[in-house]
């Protein structure tokens, strides 16, 4: 029997190295937010995030000049779509405008709803282009999580994979 997309995704993406918080508010989500923050020892002043909603819920300063993020340790970001197959996350210029991955900090905190869920690319791909219709975004990638247990050898270096937290809100 196949696992629900929900399952799936969660359990490629922590077998990838992903850290996966699922919140039933925007309470629960604010709390894992501050505990994330605590536990990496990073105070706001570290985070940047582009988008205007997750500034203002999580008191983050947004910043839209991205060729001053070079010293950030952490970027905040919603994104497109929850890779179940792979347990990646589909991103686009909405999340990180002209940036390449390797331009984001090491460490990236991700926003989503449980209604993000794709089965692999081509469906996140087919919705993108359903939800966007005539505006279709650019700089369409799929970040992934940083397996530290797997990262150790040279096939796997510069390969642009972060350490994420998705904070995934019912």
Request: proline share 3%; charged share 25%; net charge neutral.
């Amino acid at each position: 029997k196949k696992d629900p997309v929900e399952i799936s995704f969660a359990n490629n993406f922590i077998s990838k190295g992903g850290r996966f918080l699922f919140s039933e508010s925007e309470l629960d989500c604010k709390k894992f937010f501050k505990d994330i923050l605590k536990e990496n020892n990073w105070i706001k002043p570290d985070l940047f995030s582009l988008d205007k909603k997750i500034s203002e819920t999580f008191d983050i300063e947004i910043d839209q000049n991205t060729s001053s993020i070079s010293g950030k340790k952490v970027a905040f970001i919603s994104c497109e779509f929850l890779i179940a197959n792979t347990g990646g996350i589909l991103i686009s210029s909405n999340q990180i405008k002209n940036l390449k991955l390797f331009q984001l900090p090491e460490n990236i905190i991700v926003k989503a709803k449980t209604s993000q869920f794709a089965i692999d690319v081509s469906e996140g791909m087919s919705k993108l282009k359903a939800f966007y219709s005539k505006n279709i975004p650019t700089n369409i990638t799929t970040l992934n999580p940083k397996n530290s247990d797997k990262e150790s050898d040279f096939l796997s270096h510069g390969n642009s994979s972060k350490n994420i937290y998705l904070l995934l809100e019912e």
